[in-house]
């Protein structure tokens, strides 16, 4: 029978089946980081109990981390986990990227990079942005901390099956749009909880056509969407991005590759549901409210009550505008803006900053921003200061930093004010994400270069020359 690629890792990672109920999968790749982690290997000490496969595991600190003056850790709290961590580590043999490695970074950027995200794992961390992964044809997904524990000990998970999910971007991409606008499109059209019980499959011409890093893009937010996980059948693209990373496989590559290419999706598979968009209807996108959904290519404006079709929309309109302090039926781009943030496991690889570098090079960033570029790792940092990347940022005004979460979430230092308004290239723009009272606007790496430099939300195809 034919089958998807979500069927394909599923059936041969089931350890224990039952009928109706849930499934025991065996788990590939466990990572691990310091927020999520802690009380999981406590409850195994307390259980006398070891980590069955440490070499499965790989500890990074992220979302603590300070990006400036990396040795003052203020919040006692924030200091905990991660020594929490380091000693965790220690004991029970686990590898770790700890804040001063040169490995260190966001735990969903460090994966890939490193060559441990691989077609057909079962990938799973404490952290709902797993879905990244699913970028290579993994079935990734984020679990809670006593599911963590349950990993550790026995390299194993329960879970429902769930339903499966097309989403197929038919076309070719417009000028100046990314994989960040296609995400957010896909979301503001679908909705929130589009994927709810299911793991999505991207496909299509357009997704077809993504560099890997763009498709991690696409995948990271899956979770944004509601999904469990999302992922993207490997092709030629995946292969050559693994081709020769740290902890690819070395010998018999190629017959490696060849078994992850048969996992593609069969072409006579198919879904419990499916979703078409064309790429065709995609702009640069903003979100203007306080969830994912609440955005619309930037030529727009915000809707108005009269445009609700329920009551409950209504209400939820105006909740999103006294929270964001905006009026029904504003331009996009009449929002000015305080801060931007460059950033997060959805945009901050090399490439994101590449894209971000290109508007920002020769110009300023407006007077009154304050603008920050966090690299998603210590690599990406690394690779993107032997490009220059640091130095065109710098001239242009902006503050470049070490690796980590940073202003995604502002559990460390990184924050915006309450009352103000950041472009983000981040992924949640919940209120108060990015701290209390802040105001998030989330859009591309170009998107928010374009808004540095305005001091406003702008349609980066103005900066025709950044595309060429
Ligand atoms: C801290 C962690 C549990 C959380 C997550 O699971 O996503 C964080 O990474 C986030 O993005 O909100
Ligand atoms: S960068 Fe943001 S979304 Fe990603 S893992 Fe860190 S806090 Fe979560």
């Given at each position: 029978?034919?089958?998807?690629?979500?069927?394909?890792?599923?059936?041969?990672?089931?350890?224990?089946?039952?009928?109706?109920?849930?499934?025991?999968?065996?788990?590939?790749?466990?990572?691990?980081?310091?927020?999520?982690?802690?009380?999981?290997?406590?409850?195994?000490?307390?259980?006398?109990?070891?980590?069955?496969?440490?070499?499965?595991?790989?500890?990074?600190?992220?979302?603590?981390?300070?990006?400036?003056?990396?040795?003052?850790?203020?919040?006692?709290?924030?200091?905990?986990?991660?020594?929490?961590?380091?000693?965790?580590?220690?004991?029970?043999?686990?590898?770790?990227?700890?804040?001063?490695?040169?490995?260190?970074?966001?735990?969903?950027?460090?994966?890939?990079?490193?060559?441990?995200?691989?077609?057909?794992?079962?990938?799973?961390?404490?952290?709902?942005?797993?879905?990244?992964?699913?970028?290579?044809?993994?079935?990734?997904?984020?679990?809670?901390?006593?599911?963590?524990?349950?990993?550790?000990?026995?390299?194993?998970l329960w879970q429902a099956k769930p339903k499966t999910m097309e989403v197929r971007v038919t076309g070719e991409l417009g000028f100046g749009v990314t994989a960040k606008d296609v995400i957010l499109a896909i979301i503001a059209k679908f909705g929130i909880d589009m994927?709810?019980?299911?793991?999505?499959?991207?496909?299509?011409?357009?997704?077809?056509?993504?560099?890997?890093?763009?498709?991690?893009?696409?995948?990271?937010?899956?979770?944004?969407?509601?999904?469990?996980?999302?992922?993207?059948?490997?092709?030629?693209?995946?292969?050559?991005?693994?081709?020769?990373?740290?902890?690819?496989?070395?010998?018999?590559?190629?017959?490696?590759?060849?078994?992850?290419?048969?996992?593609?999706?069969?072409?006579?598979?198919?879904?419990?549901?499916?979703?078409?968009?064309?790429?065709?209807?995609?702009?640069?996108?903003?979100?203007?409210?306080?969830?994912?959904?609440?955005?619309?290519?930037?030529?727009?404006?915000?809707?108005?009550?009269?445009d609700c079709p329920t009551e409950a929309d209504k209400v939820a309109l105006q909740q999103a505008l006294n929270y964001m302090g905006l009026e029904q039926g504003q331009a996009l781009q009449d929002i000015a803006i305080q801060h931007v943030f460059i950033g997060s496991?959805?945009?901050?690889?090399?490439?994101?900053?590449?894209?971000?570098?290109?508007?920002?090079?020769?110009?300023?960033?407006?007077?009154?921003?304050?603008?920050?570029?966090?690299?998603?790792?210590?690599?990406?940092?690394?690779?993107?200061?032997?490009?220059?990347?640091?130095?065109?940022?710098?001239?242009?005004?902006f503050e470049w930093r070490e690796s980590g979460c940073s202003m995604c979430l502002a559990m460390n230092d990184d924050s915006v004010p309450a009352g103000e308004r950041c472009a983000s290239t981040s992924n949640r723009n919940f209120e108060g994400r990015q701290g209390?009272?802040?105001?998030?606007?989330?859009?591309?790496?170009?998107?928010?270069?374009?808004?540095?430099?305005?001091?406003?939300?702008?349609?980066?195809?103005?900066?025709?020359?950044?595309?060429?």
């Amino acid at each position: 029978m034919a089958k998807t690629i979500i069927e394909k890792i599923w059936d041969t990672h089931i350890v224990v089946e039952e009928q109706g109920k849930p499934d025991l999968l065996y788990i590939d790749l466990h990572l691990i980081h310091e927020v999520t982690s802690p009380q999981a290997f406590e409850g195994l000490r307390m259980a006398g109990r070891s980590v069955r496969r440490p070499d499965l595991c790989f500890a990074t600190m992220d979302h603590n981390v300070p990006t400036i003056n990396r040795q003052q850790i203020t919040d006692v709290v924030a200091k905990k986990q991660m020594t929490t961590l380091e000693k965790n580590c220690e004991e029970f043999g686990i590898q770790l990227a700890n804040m001063d490695h040169p490995d260190q970074g966001i735990v969903h950027i460090i994966g890939p990079e490193l060559g441990l995200t691989q077609p057909g794992k079962t990938i799973v961390c404490g952290d709902s942005h797993t879905s990244t992964h699913g970028a290579f044809g993994a079935l990734a997904f984020g679990i809670g901390t006593s599911e963590v524990e349950h990993v550790l000990s026995t390299q194993t998970l329960w879970q429902a099956k769930p339903k499966t999910m097309e989403v197929r971007v038919t076309g070719e991409l417009g000028f100046g749009v990314t994989a960040k606008d296609v995400i957010l499109a896909i979301i503001a059209k679908f909705g929130i909880d589009m994927g709810t019980g299911h793991v999505i499959e991207y496909t299509g011409e357009a997704i077809r056509n993504m560099t890997m890093e763009e498709r991690m893009t696409i995948c990271n937010m899956s979770i944004e969407a509601g999904a469990k996980a999302g992922l993207i059948s490997p092709d030629a693209t995946t292969i050559e991005f693994l081709r020769g990373r740290r902890y690819a496989p070395q010998e018999n590559f190629e017959q490696f590759a060849a078994e992850w290419l048969s996992l593609a999706s069969d072409k006579e598979a198919s879904y419990d549901t499916v979703h078409v968009i064309d790429a065709k209807e995609i702009s640069p996108f903003v979100t203007w409210g306080t969830n994912p959904a609440m955005g619309a290519g930037i030529q727009h404006t915000i809707p108005t009550l009269a445009d609700c079709p329920t009551e409950a929309d209504k209400v939820a309109l105006q909740q999103a505008l006294n929270y964001m302090g905006l009026e029904q039926g504003q331009a996009l781009q009449d929002i000015a803006i305080q801060h931007v943030f460059i950033g997060s496991c959805t945009n901050a690889r090399l490439s994101d900053l590449v894209e971000a570098a290109k508007v920002v090079e020769g110009r300023q960033v407006a007077k009154g921003v304050r603008a920050l570029i966090v690299p998603g790792s210590q690599t990406t940092k690394k690779q993107a200061e032997e490009l220059g990347l640091d130095k065109v940022f710098l001239d242009a005004g902006f503050e470049w930093r070490e690796s980590g979460c940073s202003m995604c979430l502002a559990m460390n230092d990184d924050s915006v004010p309450a009352g103000e308004r950041c472009a983000s290239t981040s992924n949640r723009n919940f209120e108060g994400r990015q701290g209390a009272g802040s105001r998030t606007h989330l859009m591309s790496p170009a998107m928010a270069a374009a808004a540095a430099i305005e001091g406003k939300l702008t349609d980066v195809r103005k900066y025709e020359m950044a595309f060429v």
